[in-house]
């Protein structure tokens, strides 16, 4: 039987930044990553510098608005694609926001069942500037779609606030609904 090549990026242990991609894992700081990833970074179609790793992932660093010391945080504000992880509905007719996961990561979801995910609704001027935590049970999401009121009067103007998480999914999109 014919051994599977897998291909490596590692990174910087404090700074989460990409600095090679081989063939073979470090001890500590490969991330396993596609063929097509590693032709991409070795052909110059991609560049590795522009990435930074988030629970065993890549994720493009620009798409990186803090890195405290609990984790990277993301801002959630493009289109979910087909095999988004977690989708999030901005619902202005509701007054909600519509959380819900891909069905077929409900299955390996259920290892974190006891876990939550964190999303901070932010200014877009100003990411310091807090204006609503949710806090929302894996277990919730498993069960089904999981639906938020919008409790503050700038929810209702979505030009003017981000979503934003920490990594607990690989991939999420923001569908608008006005």
């Not at 396993?32 to 179609?45: A, K, P, Y």
């Not at 996961?101 to 939550?116: P, R």
């Amino acid at each position: 039987m014919a051994k599977v090549q897998k291909f490596y990026a590692h990174y910087n242990v404090d700074t989460k930044r990409i600095y090679g991609i081989a063939n073979h894992k470090s001890i500590e700081t490969g991330v396993e990553i596609t063929r097509d990833e590693f032709l991409d970074f070795i052909s110059g179609v991609t560049d590795f510098h522009n990435y930074t790793v988030s629970k065993k992932s890549l994720v493009l660093y620009n798409e990186v608005i803090a890195t405290p010391s609990n984790g990277i945080f993301f801002v959630i504000n493009e289109k979910p694609k087909k095999k988004t992880e977690l989708t999030v509905d901005w619902n202005l007719k509701d007054a909600c926001w519509i959380f819900s996961i891909l069905d077929e990561y409900k299955v390996s979801a259920i290892d974190e069942m006891s876990a939550q995910a964190l999303f901070f609704v932010v200014s877009k001027e100003n990411f310091n500037l807090l204006f609503k935590t949710i806090i929302i049970n894996i277990a919730d999401l498993v069960a089904g779609k999981v639906t938020v009121p919008f409790s503050t009067e700038v929810e209702y103007t979505l030009s003017k606030i981000e979503l934003v998480t920490r990594f607990t999914f690989k991939s999420y999109g923001l569908n608008i609904y006005d």
